[in-house]
């Protein structure tokens, strides 16, 4: 079975069907994401964070089939992965010639949000410092409420070098929710 590999280069994001690039004789395609984290900014700052301007910070939630990516510049992307069945595949347990199982599946990603939100950027609640830490921990027992309970809830926690710390949870069942706490 193959899974997708997601490399990440100082500006882009390019997510590679498997480690076989030419699986079962066939090209696959390979999902690009070029500067997700773009930002202008006045020059004084621009030229202060400059020197982080990379994809150097990530996290996972295999759960919710997420993977966040950040920059030191102070900004992080929450990319959803997908998996999307191939059209000329009918039997999705379909045997090549050797026997093996042959991937019936063209992963592929999309950029739900960028952190901190739109909104904390218009009113200045990000820091004008490097984003030096990002986590992710699964939020237990929060709610009584039963039809919440269901629904997976994760804590995402960005620090910046000044110790400001902004916080958020992300949930769903089939389509994903970020809220700012």
């Known amino acids: 079975m193959s899974a997708p590999l997601l490399l990440l280069y100082p500006r882009s994001a390019h997510l590679f069907q498997s480690l076989d690039f030419f699986a079962n004789g066939r090209k696959d395609p390979i999902i690009h994401i070029s500067d997700p984290l773009e930002q202008h900014c006045r020059p004084d700052i621009a030229l202060h964070l400059s020197h982080i301007d990379r994809l150097n910070l990530t996290a996972q939630i295999p759960e919710l089939g997420v993977v966040l990516i950040g920059s030191?510049?102070?900004?992080?992307?929450?990319?959803?992965?997908?998996?999307?069945a191939d059209e000329n595949s009918s039997n999705l347990r379909a045997r090549d010639a050797e026997g093996v199982n042959s991937r019936q599946y063209t992963y592929t990603m999309r950029m739900l949000c960028i952190l901190p939100l739109d909104n904390q950027e218009e009113q200045n609640q990000r820091p004008l410092q490097p984003l030096v830490g990002l986590a992710t921990a699964p939020i237990h027992g929060h709610t009584s409420d039963k039809a919440m309970d269901s629904i997976k809830r994760w804590r995402i926690m960005l620090t910046y070098r000044d110790h400001t710390v902004l916080s958020y949870e992300i949930a769903g069942r089939s389509a994903l929710e970020v809220l700012h706490v």
């Open 72 to 84: 030191g510049k102070g900004r992080v992307a929450i990319l959803t992965l997908h998996k999307i």
